[in-house]
């Protein structure tokens, strides 16, 4: 239980570390042909290889803060952001706890969606974001989705 509490802490603070940063792509974007689907598309993934390195540490530092390490992974997904978390520390996790895990997540849908709308305010264009997370083979212990 500490576990998950802790892997609750820690995506909290790594998602809220994911919202910051400055508004690079906007600006940018401004500078496209103003508006097409594949200029919104691109925003994001631009959005992400800018950021990546930020994203990333963001995601590792909350996870080592907490006392796990893990490697994380993001891409754009056309408007979405896709986000992978394979936490080192686990292994082998039964039915229980990932039932647990997901149910902990689910009841924690608002803060995902201010989160998004944190991030929507340097990506306009971002729809929307899932975090998958896994375990150290990365078998998926649970999903988070968070808009359309």
């Known amino acids: 239980m ?3 509490l ?13 919202a910051c940063g400055g508004d690079t792509a906007k600006k940018e974007d401004g500078k496209e042909n103003g508006g097409t ?7 994001v993934e631009k959005y992400i290889e800018e950021h990546e390195d930020e994203l990333l540490e963001g995601f590792n530092s909350s996870f080592t803060s907490s006392g796990l390490t893990c490697k994380s992974t993001i ?18 996790v039964d039915d229980a706890t ?19 709308a944190d991030m929507q305010k340097d990506i306009p264009e971002l729809t929307g974001y899932t975090l998958y997370v896994r375990d150290v083979d990365g078998n998926l212990l ?6 359309k």
């Open 98 to 116: 990932k039932t647990a895990m997901q149910e902990t997540y689910d009841g924690m849908q608002s803060t995902f969606d201010e989160s998004l």
């Open 37 to 43: 689907a594949s200029v919104e598309k691109t925003s």
């Open 6 to 18: 802790a892997l609750t802490l820690a995506l909290i603070l790594c998602l809220s570390l994911a």
């Open 142 to 147: 649970a999903t988070v989705k968070a808009g």
């Open 75 to 92: 891409k754009a997904d056309g408007y979405r952001m896709l986000i992978d978390v394979n936490i080192n520390e686990l292994k082998d």
């Open 2 to 4: 500490k576990k998950i």
